[in-house]
Structure formats: C-alpha cells, structure tokens
C-alpha cells in the first residue's frame, strides 16, 4: 500500500458514521434527488443546491446575490488588458475529513489547478471518471476562454484567458468552479476508487457530506474548522420530498423547518398558520416552452410565432402561479440589468396564430409531443397543470399534444439532448449578469448535445452579439448588445416565454437568519434554531 493508500486508511471518529441526534438538526425539505454531488457534475439548482453546503469557491456572492466577495481567495487582481486574474489564496483552510481520509495539509494552489484542469484538459486522469460531461463549464465556454493556469507558489494562482471576458470572475462563483481535494483525488486513484470523489465528496464547505440515500435524504454535519467559522446548527438533512404537499404536511408537524416551493393554492393557510412563516421574493428567472428547432416544425419561425400567440401566458400565471408572477417577453427576468423593456408585451392573437399556421403550409395543424417537469420548480410550480392548459391553448389552432415527461434527471438529460420537440424548462440565475441567461441558455456554443439551450437554436447574428457583450466590461456597451441580442429572439422565437415567478418558501418560527436568496440558493451557515 503506497502512502496516498495510507491516508485514506487512516480512521478518524469524527466521520465514522452519520452524524448522531444532535442538539441542532435542520431538516430542509428539498423538492427532488440531486443529480450528482459533485457540483461539477450537476446543472440544476436541486443539485447545486445539494453540494453547496460542502463546498467553496474562490469567490462568493453574499447572501442576497449582488455583491461579489472573497471566499477561498481573499484578494484578487486583474491585468490590464482583462486577460490575467491573480488570486491570492487564504492561509490555513482546511479539507473535511471522513471516515477513511484524512488531510495533511490546507487547501493550496494545487487543489485550484486540479478543480478546474480536472473540467478543462480531456487528457486529466480524472477528466473521465463517473461519466462526467461539465455541461455548465462547456456551456459558458470555459474550454476555449483558459489560455493557461499557473501556482506559482502554494498560495497563489494565475488564470490567463485567451480573450478578456467580463462575466468571468461572476462564474468563478457559480458551484461548478468550487475547489476540490488534489490529495484526495491522488489517494483514491492509488487505492483505485476514483468515483468516490463524486460520490463521497471532501470539499472545504461548512458542512462535511455524512451519506446520500436516493429519494430519501442527503445528510451533513456542522464543520468544526470551516475557515469562516463553524456553523450554529450541529447537522443538516436534506429530505427529498418530491410532492408540494407532502412537504407541507412535514413543515406543519415539525418533521422539517424548511420548504422548498408551496403550491400556490397552500400559500393563505401557511400565512394562516402562527408556527409557520411565508417568505417571499421576485424571482431572478424564467419559465419558458422550448421549441427544438432541429426538429419540425419548429425549424419554421412561423410556426413557433403561430404557437407564441395562441398561448394565453396570464391565464396560466392566474391560475398555476396563483397570480404571483408577471408575464415573460423577455429571455431574462424584469429585475436584471440589460432587460428590454421597449419590447412588445406578450398577447394572445389566434387569428394571426392561425394565418402564420397557415403560410407555412399547416392549415390543418399538426401533432407533436410537449414534455413537462416531473418536480415543482421555483419558476413552475406544477409543471403537468402548465403544460395541460398550453395543450388546451395550442389545440384552438390545430396543434394536437401528448403529454410526456419522465424523472427529473432522465427529463434534464432527454432535454439537452435535444430529444424533445416541446418542451417545458426553466432557469434561476447563479449569478447577476444577463450572461447567465443569454449565453449559456441561448449562445450556440450551448445548442450543443448535452447543452443548456434546449432549443438547440443557433443564431449567428445573436450569438455574435452576447459574445461581444461578454468581451467588454462596459456596462453600457453590453447593454446595448444584450437589448439587441433581445430584439433577435422576439424576431426568431425559439422559446415561449412563459414566466417570471415570485419565488416562495415556508419556513417555522423556530429557523433564525434563513435568507431567501435571488440567486436559488438554498445557504444554511449562518443558520440557527432557537427553541
């Protein structure tokens, strides 16, 4: 046995088993399984949700998601030219431990090269293992924008790219960038048992991962040595309750203090009810039908204008959405900077949907499938209900739905795979800039399999257009393109912007300092319960 095999037989009580009942345990009920746990894995806010607690990134956005601050990095510097960042790393942070690894060292400039060489270089010894595509570093372009990363000592790293790019230091926030253990990384290849980096995760985080059982719970204990300060609570759950109600009837008894999503219908009697409190918050996101437009006929704008304006978007916010939610035109949510707000508003014209039908050669309509999510999700709350009033909409000028959908990771899998000729999809910002959602949901770069734009719709013009936006840091210019780069997609139409929702979650009066966070984070650290 060689000596990286020797760290991960050293057993510390600490992590030997599942954190005990503790004084302090939150249990968070969580709207769906995590796709995976290692955040460079996963593309969905249930799954950056779950990894979140356990890890960290170099920077961080505060609790309300507009200012950027240090994290594992505490200073930074830029080149002139907006090509080279330096980072400074903090002294002495420490790597979780489990039951059979143990650090022998803090986190270092190696563990930063590891993390994102591991995503970026296809000849890495970790690049293949557990299957790993990195769908959210591919889809912001990460591949081609690193020219080089260098350690040149243990507590800096230097990031050259190969063209400047203004959103860069928002996505080193996002979890896909979070730091992982080079050390652990070498010991499991040793003792070959490489997935257990993905499945097992050591990370930096305030909380240490304790065991993940599929539609049953993720569990966490408190991180004793978290370089920010340990934690209030001793031990957090994820409990995976698919159902809205279901995770009401828990709230109610007390079996979780947080929930994710009520069904708008259930928001009067959490209000109703003194030992509960209903938090409340203009979401950063969009709610959206996409139509594939590989497919046909989709592939005719005319057809997906027709469908555009036969679908009655308030009907739908009136009755799903209980009304807590406005109309979307727009690809990018009403509160973000960028949005076009000169842009026509959303209508319902059936006597233009059915002209345009019929210049493209589909007066009698045709028949094709919708896909709607299986989960609750921030911006739709009942996928089936949605998709069911579009089908009523949408057969008033021919077009004749089945409804389809499947478990939340085969449905997001079918979906970038472009499988799906309709499909209902959605998206929370990670981070404040319209990049977020212009570029990795609509840029060409993400039309690709396996990519967020499951329209798999590839404009030129468009993308020329967000890819000058994100090689300028003026704001004012990038918001010139962005509008622009808005005025294509009304033209072109490969979605069906459905919503932007208010965003709610229940919690009981016993959790103190829980925020709720524009940007889907779910963020437990400074978390307390108060008897």
Same mark, same amino acid.
């Given at each position: 046995?060689?000596?990286?095999?020797?760290?991960?037989?050293?057993?510390?009580?600490?992590?030997?088993?599942?954190?005990?009942?503790?004084?302090?345990?939150?249990?968070?009920?969580?709207?769906?399984?995590?796709?995976?746990?290692?955040?460079?894995?996963?593309?969905?806010?249930?799954?950056?949700?779950?990894?979140?607690?356990?890890?960290?990134?170099?920077?961080?956005?505060?609790?309300?998601?507009?200012?950027?601050?240090?994290?594992?990095?505490?200073?930074?510097?830029?080149?002139?030219?907006?090509?080279?960042?330096?980072?400074?790393?903090?002294?002495?942070?420490?790597?979780?431990?489990?039951?059979?690894?143990?650090?022998?060292?803090?986190?270092?400039?190696?563990?930063?090269?590891?993390?994102? !060489?591991?995503?970026?270089?296809?000849?890495?010894?970790?690049?293949?293992?557990?299957?790993?595509?990195?769908?959210?570093?591919?889809?912001?372009?990460?591949?081609?924008?690193?020219?080089?990363?260098?350690?040149?000592?243990?507590?800096?790293?230097?990031?050259?790219?190969?063209?400047?790019?203004a959103p860069f230091l928002a996505s080193l926030a996002d979890p896909f960038n979070a730091v992982l253990s080079a050390e652990y990384a070498d010991a499991l290849l040793a003792a070959g048992r490489?997935?257990?980096?993905?499945?097992?995760?050591?990370?930096?985080?305030?909380?240490?991962?304790?065991?993940?059982?599929?539609?049953?719970?993720?569990?966490?204990?408190?991180?004793?040595?978290?370089?920010?300060?340990?934690?209030?609570?001793?031990?957090?759950?994820?409990?995976?309750?698919?159902?809205?109600?279901?995770?009401?009837?828990?709230?109610?008894?007390?079996?979780?203090?947080?929930?994710?999503?009520?069904?708008?219908?259930?928001?009067?009697?959490?209000?109703?009810?003194?030992?509960?409190?209903?938090?409340?918050?203009?979401?950063?996101?969009?709610?959206?039908?996409?139509?594939?437009?590989?497919?046909?006929?989709?592939?005719?704008?005319?057809?997906?204008?027709?469908?555009?304006?036969?679908?009655?978007?308030?009907?739908?916010?009136?009755?799903?959405?209980?009304?807590?939610?406005?109309?979307?035109?727009?690809?990018?949510?009403?509160?973000?900077?960028?949005?076009?707000?000169?842009?026509?508003?959303?209508?319902?014209?059936?006597?233009?949907?059915?002209?345009?039908?019929? !210049?493209?050669?589909?007066?009698?309509?045709?028949?094709?499938?919708?896909?709607?999510?299986?989960?609750?999700?921030?911006?739709?709350?009942?996928?089936?209900?949605?998709?069911?009033?579009?089908?009523?909409?949408?057969?008033?000028?021919?077009?004749?739905?089945?409804?389809?959908?499947?478990?939340?990771?085969?449905?997001?899998?079918?979906?970038?795979?472009?499988?799906?000729?309709?499909?209902?999809?959605?998206?929370?910002?990670?981070?404040?800039?319209?990049?977020?959602?212009?570029?990795?949901?609509?840029?060409?770069?993400?039309?690709?399999?396996?990519?967020?734009?499951?329209?798999?719709?590839?404009?030129?013009?468009?993308?020329?257009?967000?890819?000058?936006?994100?090689?300028?840091?003026?704001?004012?210019?990038?918001?010139?393109?962005?509008?622009?780069?808005?005025?294509?997609?009304?033209?072109?139409?490969?979605?069906?912007?459905?919503?932007?929702?208010?965003?709610?979650?229940?919690?009981?009066r016993e959790v103190v300092g829980y925020v709720l966070d524009p940007l889907g984070r779910h963020l437990f650290s400074r978390v307390d319960l108060v008897q």
């Amino acid at each position: 046995m060689g000596p990286r095999a020797n760290v991960l037989a050293i057993a510390l009580a600490a992590g030997l088993a599942a954190a005990p009942a503790c004084a302090k345990t939150l249990v968070f009920c969580s709207e769906g399984n995590p796709e995976a746990l290692n955040p460079q894995l996963v593309t969905t806010t249930t799954g950056m949700n779950a990894a979140r607690p356990m890890f960290d990134t170099l920077v961080a956005f505060e609790p309300g998601g507009q200012v950027l601050a240090p994290a594992l990095a505490e200073s930074w510097e830029i080149s002139a030219d907006g090509r080279e960042y330096t980072f400074r790393l903090r002294e002495n942070v420490a790597f979780h431990t489990s039951a059979d690894f143990a650090p022998t060292r803090p986190m270092n400039a190696q563990d930063v090269l590891f993390s994102l !060489e591991r995503q970026w270089k296809h000849d890495h010894p970790y690049h293949h293992v557990s299957g790993a595509r990195y769908d959210y570093f591919l889809d912001n372009g990460m591949d081609e924008l690193l020219e080089a990363i260098e350690a040149p000592d243990a507590r800096t790293v230097r990031i050259r790219l190969t063209r400047p790019n203004a959103p860069f230091l928002a996505s080193l926030a996002d979890p896909f960038n979070a730091v992982l253990s080079a050390e652990y990384a070498d010991a499991l290849l040793a003792a070959g048992r490489p997935e257990d980096l993905d499945r097992r995760p050591i990370g930096t985080g305030p909380f240490v991962f304790v065991e993940y059982r599929p539609d049953v719970a993720v569990r966490y204990r408190a991180f004793d040595a978290h370089w920010a300060g340990r934690p209030a609570l001793d031990a957090l759950v994820y409990a995976i309750t698919p159902n809205p109600a279901v995770r009401l009837t828990k709230l109610r008894a007390g079996e979780c203090h947080v929930m994710a999503f009520p069904d708008p219908t259930d928001l009067a009697r959490i209000e109703a009810d003194p030992a509960l409190v209903l938090l409340a918050q203009e979401g950063l996101n969009v709610g959206y039908m996409a139509m594939n437009v590989g497919m046909r006929p989709f592939d005719d704008v005319r057809v997906r204008r027709a469908l555009d304006l036969a679908i009655d978007k308030q009907a739908i916010i009136d009755t799903v959405y209980g009304g807590a939610g406005r109309a979307a035109k727009n690809p990018i949510p009403p509160t973000l900077w960028s949005y076009h707000d000169g842009l026509p508003a959303s209508r319902v014209d059936l006597a233009q949907a059915q002209e345009l039908m019929e !210049e493209a050669g589909l007066a009698d309509g045709f028949s094709s499938e919708l896909w709607y999510m299986p989960v609750s999700r921030p911006y739709a709350p009942d996928g089936r209900r949605i998709a069911e009033m579009i089908q009523a909409d949408l057969a008033r000028i021919g077009v004749r739905l089945t409804l389809r959908t499947a478990d939340w990771d085969a449905y997001r899998l079918a979906l970038q795979a472009g499988e799906a000729p309709l499909a209902l999809f959605g998206w929370t910002a990670d981070n404040g800039d319209p990049d977020n959602f212009l570029h990795v949901l609509l840029g060409c770069t993400a039309a690709r399999p396996g990519g967020n734009n499951v329209a798999k719709w590839c404009d030129p013009a468009y993308d020329a257009l967000v890819t000058r936006a994100r090689e300028t840091s003026d704001v004012t210019q990038r918001t010139a393109l962005y509008r622009e780069a808005q005025e294509i997609f009304a033209r072109e139409r490969p979605w069906v912007p459905i919503a932007h929702s208010v965003v709610f979650m229940a919690i009981r009066r016993e959790v103190v300092g829980y925020v709720l966070d524009p940007l889907g984070r779910h963020l437990f650290s400074r978390v307390d319960l108060v008897q």
